[in-house]
Every structure is written in structure tokens, then in C-alpha cells.
């Protein structure tokens, strides 16, 4: 089974275009998270989000807009297509709260690969 | 700028060596993580120190945390070829929402020789 999904593995456009990467996590988690690695292997932070609350942006161009349906989705949907967004996506999640106190490791998904023509 | 940053860029060992890596970082940190990542794969959680701990194991990795140096190393003993992984380091962001903000350095790529 399973924890952390994401949806497409691959994906090749054309600048310009609108996309979307989904992802679910089935671990029952409160929080969940977008990265992006570049070709560098830079892992850097976008989105955090908290029982479907958005806690983190981290100087993402609004093109970029995040969308949790619910605790255990968190959408990523790109507009207008840039070269640079040539990445590795991941989505991650992690418990979140627990007994007052924030649980940190996080479960990473296996990435986007996004390559824009 | 990174908060974490790993050394060496890349580590090459023969098979039954030991593998350090350090990571340096800027400022107060409630804890530090260490995560492996595969070729093609996601992250996977190793270990992690908090702040007012000073070593730490679990099996074949042993993570040593300096607060006053602001680093960590990540000690592999007795590596094997299925530890070629790059290895990155992960602290949170402090304040109110640090925990939210996770940190990761540039990484350390091991190549480990059969």
C-alpha cells in the first residue's frame, strides 16, 4: 500500500500550458507539503498546508495554486508553463499535531517529473 | 541560502568503509532530521536529533548533533552497496510555524563500491 501518492510520475508540455499533479496520502496525517528539487538536487519548500489550511508559501509565483480538498489530498495546479518549472515534485505529509506537540519526520511521495518544452 | 548545508558534495567508499557526512546550519534549531534519497525516488526519514540531544543511533547510522557549532554528522559503519543514496539534512524554520518549514541542505552523494 501505498502512504503518499502522486499523480502524474511523468510529465512533458509545452510552455504555456496549465497542469495539474495530484496527490493523496492515506496515513492519516493533518499536514501535508509541496517541494521542488531541481536539477541541482535543491530541495526547497513551496507549500505547507494544516488540516487543510495553508500555513506556508514560501515566495511561490501565483501561477502556482495549491488545493486540499480535504486532509489527506493536496493538489498542485500550474498555469502558464514556464522552462524553469522543469523539476522533480514531491508531495509529502507528516502528522501534524499530536498530544500538543508537532510530529516533524515527514513521508515523501515518489515526484513529479516535470519537463516543460 | 540554505540553512542546512551537507559536506562532502560527494563520497565515494569501498564496501565495508564507514561513510561521514556533515551538515552545517545557521540558526536555533528545534530538531535535525536526516533523509536518504534513492536515485528516481522520494525522500525516506532516517533519524532524527532534537536540539537538546547529542548523539543518536539506530542500527548502522549514528547522527552526532554540536549546538554550539551549529552541525550534525551522519556516521553509516561498515557500508554496503545498497547505501548509494544521496543524503540530505533537514532542520525546521523556528517560530511559531517552523515545524512547517522544513529546511533541507544541498545534499551528500555516496557512491559506495561492491
Known amino acids: 500500500d501505498t502512504a503518499v501518492s502522486q499523480t502524474p510520475k511523468y510529465l512533458v508540455t509545452q510552455m504555456g500550458n496549465d497542469k495539474s499533479i495530484k496527490c493523496e496520502q492515506n496515513?492519516?496525517?493533518?499536514?501535508m507539503y509541496w517541494y521542488k528539487q531541481d536539477s541541482k538536487k535543491f530541495l526547497k519548500i513551496m507549500f505547507s498546508?494544516?488540516?487543510?489550511?495553508?500555513?506556508i508559501n514560501e515566495t511561490v509565483p501565483n501561477r502556482f495554486s495549491p488545493k486540499s480538498p480535504d486532509k489527506a489530498h493536496l493538489n498542485l495546479h500550474i498555469n502558464s508553463l514556464e522552462l524553469g518549472d522543469s523539476a522533480v515534485y514531491f508531495c509529502?505529509?507528516?502528522?501534524?499535531?499530536?498530544?500538543?506537540?508537532?510530529?516533524?519526520?515527514?513521508?515523501f511521495g515518489p515526484g513529479t517529473r516535470l519537463l516543460v518544452l | 541560502s540554505q540553512q542546512g548545508e551537507e559536506d562532502p558534495q560527494a563520497l565515494s567508499i569501498q564496501e565495508g568503509e564507514n561513510a561521514t557526512m556533515n551538515c552545517s546550519y545557521k540558526?536555533?534549531?528545534?530538531?535535525l532530521q536526516w533523509y536518504r534519497q534513492n536515485s528516481g525516488r522520494g525522500l525516506v526519514h532516517l533519524i532524527l536529533?532534537?536540539?537538546?540531544?547529542r548523539e543518536k543511533h539506530s542500527g548502522r547510522l549514528r547522527v552526532t548533533l554540536d549546538t554550539s557549532k551549529k552541525s550534525s554528522s551522519l556516521l553509516i559503519t561498515a557500508s554496503r552497496a545498497a547505501d548509494t543514496a544521496s543524503y540530505f539534512c533537514?532542520?525546521?524554520?523556528?517560530?511559531?510555524?517552523?515545524?512547517?518549514?522544513?529546511?533541507f541542505g544541498a545534499g551528500t552523494r555516496l557512491f559506495v563500491k561492491a
Open positions: 509529502a505529509s507528516s502528522r501534524g499535531f499530536l498530544r500538543g506537540r508537532f510530529k516533524e519526520t515527514q513521508y
Open positions: 496515513l492519516g496525517h493533518d499536514t
Open positions: 498546508y494544516n488540516n487543510k489550511e495553508l500555513i
Open positions: 540558526t536555533s534549531i528545534n530538531n
Open positions: 536529533i532534537r536540539s537538546n540531544e
Open positions: 533537514a532542520t525546521d524554520a523556528g517560530g511559531e510555524t517552523g515545524g512547517f518549514k522544513t529546511i
